[in-house]
């Protein structure tokens, strides 16, 4: 599942961020890493872009860029 | 006073910069955006501190004065642009590099840096920390913002972070100067420290056995991912060692307020408000104190020919330069007020809450959603609107905004709409009950938006072509404005508009002021302009004089007014620009102007309102006619070509305002593209393309409304 199909306000952790370009790397940069936990705060109001909590603080990034951050939501590998 | 000790201790920091770096220490000042760097700044430094730009690039470089107390040591503190990285991916990050690597030629490698470390997003603040690290220069870390970390329940353990870190952490609460005194003391202490410079990169100190795991991940070269992967992995383990886990689950403060604010609906709605607020209270605010300058320099430049002898240089310094620099500064209320909101909606945290919210409005364009606001300052005045795009970062986005700014129809076009629209299209109704004026006026604001909105289009696929500009931007925790930072950066940003725009402004005004002023025309008097010269010698201002000259001659003060003015008309018919008016004419006549409208034209590549006054030398209207005066409206009616038929019809004056909507008839805005954009061949390529694009669509216009039969 990927970041954008994460239901909001539900608790997942990042499993990998895909590709090898400027954004993805700034992705990273900005602590959207393997392993930390992120949730979906909301969506603008035109459907884009979104607004995640990661490590603490808030961050907006567009669907386009949450496409390519895996994550696995932490409520189904509970209820799995 | 105050005055003097600035540039004194400036002097000296830049005559130690030169001399003897032994006197002065260099401190570079390092930091997240919203990490509370700027406050830092402004109380390490107080008013001691200057802004210009890096050279060659539009990057804003903010020096102070630190003096480091108890020690006679002054530093020359660097304030660097919020970072988030230094992988030198944007401008920012490029500039910053280079100051740690001492690349740039007027400033040595930092002696130190100070790190600013927010408390309360200790792990991305240390991210940036960690790439500090390597560039071994001793770093201190001033930890803001423990005082909202408290609140939150966090709790931080400064000596453990410190121990853990191998760096001094000092806890700093810069607005009440708190901390201050031990980051001094830190500093002096780490400047001169060998082990550190001796000890090398992030890498090699944390050569520890729990590092093992960052050692293999970089066996795999080229893969910058998994380094920053590996770093984020180090501080994680700093942090859940010095950090007590905060409660999750407990939504913050700012999650709620953004519940409204960034609201699906609400949100927008309450963006709208807070904008029309904003331009309401700036056109509103700004009427008088732009009233008082306007006068001012009237008064000013009266003053000067009152007590000055006739003569060319009088009229240089009245007409030419203050009359044109006047012409600007005039300007400045609008600039300030708009930087004052600007600052406020920036410190607060709710700038990015509007991009956030336009951002797929804007992203269709091509443009980024921080363009929203500078476009949309332009409707009052593109100088302060091409100044806020500051706040885009990436170079070929921020170009693009400033290259349509100008396209957003600005007060100063409102004089030339409200004069056709008076002339030509008073009273009319479209459908019955809309005022044809108003549609006119509305379709103005419209095209220039729609054209805008196209050449953004084509710009972003061609010249300025670029990915779409990722949108990974932080929403930063609302917060009080800091008074100081918002006040400080209103004031810098009034000076650097006055300053740099100021000269060019100044030189174009002379020229300006010289091609309708020359050649001098006193050969062309008639003899009842000569009567009228004896009329108006300096001396008949005062009324016993005027009353006298009324007895004497029998004429009243109004007729010896009108061979006043059509003696300027005369002169001006005969100057330069009126010769230049006639040259032009082939060119302008598919529009439908004769040279006369060429001379006011020409004129009003100075500022579009200045076509008013210059209309109204060249009807002989008198000086002071405005754009609803009778007088001019009637002179436009009536106004003749040289063949006799009528110089003016609706289609005329339609034409004139479509040129108008996209000519960039403004050299304000010039000068600062000029400035904002560091390049000349974008300045002149933007005056050409709108040049281009405003004669093409008013050819256009008059030629197909020829066509459909007007005028």
């Known amino acids: 599942m990927t970041l954008t199909n994460l239901p909001i306000g539900e608790n997942a952790k990042v499993v990998s961020v895909n590709g090898n370009n400027r954004i993805t790397k700034r992705l990273m940069e900005m602590g959207v890493v393997p392993g930390v936990s992120v949730r979906v705060i909301k969506s603008a109001p035109f459907g884009d872009p979104l607004e995640i909590c990661v490590r603490g603080y808030h961050l907006a990034m567009r669907k386009s860029e949450a496409d390519t951050i895996q994550v696995q939501s932490l409520k189904s590998k509970i209820q799995s | ?711």
């Open chain 2, 1 to 711: 006073m105050n005055s003097k000790i600035i540039t004194a201790t400036e002097k000296q920091a830049t005559a130690n910069g030169r001399q003897s770096v032994k006197a002065s220490i260099v401190i570079a000042l390092a930091g997240n955006p919203n990490a509370g760097k700027t406050t830092l700044f402004n109380a390490l430094t107080g008013l001691r501190q200057k802004v210009a730009n890096y050279p060659g690039v539009t990057v804003e470089r903010k020096e102070g004065v630190w003096r480091l107390n108890g020690s006679e040591k002054t530093a020359r503190l660097i304030d660097l642009p919020g970072l988030y990285s230094l992988d030198a991916t944007s401008l920012d990050e490029q500039i910053a590099r280079d100051v740690l690597t001492g690349k740039l030629l007027d400033l040595p490698k930092p002696n130190v840096i100070v790190a600013v470390v927010d408390a309360t997003n200790l792990e991305r603040n240390l991210y940036l920390v960690t790439q500090l690290l390597e560039y071994k220069i001793p770093v201190v870390i001033a930890l803001t913002m423990i005082d909202v970390a408290e609140k939150q329940s966090l709790e931080i353990d400064t000596k453990k972070l410190s121990k853990l870190l191998q760096i001094p952490v000092v806890e700093v609460k810069a607005t009440q100067k708190l901390g201050i005194d031990e980051l001094a003391a830190k500093v002096l202490e780490t400047a001169y420290n060998k082990s550190v410079l001796d000890g090398n990169s992030f890498f090699d100190r944390n050569s520890a056995d729990d590092l093992d795991f960052i050692r293999l991940s970089l066996q795999d070269d080229g893969e910058v991912n998994k380094k920053i992967f590996a770093r984020y992995n180090f501080i994680s383990d700093v942090y859940q060692e010095s950090v007590k886990p905060k409660q999750t689950n407990e939504r913050s403060f700012s999650e709620k307020i953004d519940r409204v604010l960034t609201h699906k609906f609400f949100g927008l709605l309450i963006l709208v408000a807070i904008l029309l607020f904003i331009f309401q209270t700036i056109f509103s605010w700004a009427n008088l104190p732009m009233d008082l300058l306007e006068k001012g320099f009237g008064a000013l430049g009266d003053f000067v020919r009152a007590n000055l002898s006739e003569g060319i240089l009088t009229d240089l310094l009245v007409d030419g330069v203050i009359a044109g620099v006047g012409g600007v500064v005039v300007f400045l209320p609008q600039i300030l007020l708009l930087f004052l909101f600007l600052s406020i909606l920036e410190d607060t945290g709710y700038m990015a809450r509007a991009a956030f919210l336009l951002d797929k409005l804007m992203s269709r364009v091509g443009l980024h959603g921080k363009a929203f606001v500078p476009l949309l300052s332009s409707f009052a005045c593109a100088i302060p609107g091409i100044m806020a795009t500051r706040t885009i970062e990436s170079p070929k986005d921020r170009l693009a905004t400033i290259m349509i700014a100008p396209f957003m129809s600005c007060s100063a076009r409102l004089p030339v709409y409200t004069l056709m629209i008076g002339t030509f299209f008073a009273g009319q109704t479209v459908f019955g009950f809309l005022s044809l004026g108003a549609v006119l006026i509305l379709a103005m604001y419209a095209l220039g938006i729609v054209v805008a909105v196209a050449v953004a289009w084509i710009l972003k696929r061609t010249l300025l072509k670029s990915p779409p500009p990722p949108f990974v931007m932080e929403l930063p925790p609302y917060r009080l404005p800091n008074v100081q930072n918002v006040l400080l950066n209103m004031f810098n940003n009034g000076w650097q508009f006055l300053k740099r725009a100021g000269t060019v402004i100044l030189a174009i005004s002379i020229i300006l002021w010289a091609l309708t002023a020359f050649p001098r025309s006193t050969d062309l008097e008639t003899p009842s302009q000569a009567i009228s010269q004896n009329q108006i010698a300096p001396g008949s201002q005062e009324p016993a004089v005027v009353g006298s000259t009324e007895e004497n001659c029998g004429c009243s003060l109004e007729d010896a007014k009108k061979i006043e003015e059509e003696k300027q008309g005369l002169a001006l018919r005969n100057s330069y620009a009126g010769q230049l008016g006639h040259l032009i004419e082939p060119v302008i006549a598919p529009l439908g102007f004769d040279w006369k409208i060429g001379v006011a034209l020409i004129a009003s590549f100075a500022a579009r309102e200045v076509l008013v006054s210059t209309l109204s030398i060249i009807y002989n209207v008198g000086k002071d006619s405005n754009e609803e005066s009778e007088g001019l409206i009637d002179a436009v009616r009536n106004a003749k070509k040289d063949d006799g038929s009528p110089a003016w019809t609706p289609l005329t004056a339609l034409t004139l305002m479509v040129f108008f909507v996209l000519a960039i008839q403004c050299m304000s805005t010039v000068a600062v593209v000029r400035r904002e954009t560091n390049s000349w061949s974008w300045t002149i390529f933007m005056v050409f393309y709108m040049t281009a694009l405003a004669y093409a669509a008013a050819f256009l216009t008059y030629q197909v409304g020829k066509l459909l039969g007007f005028g």
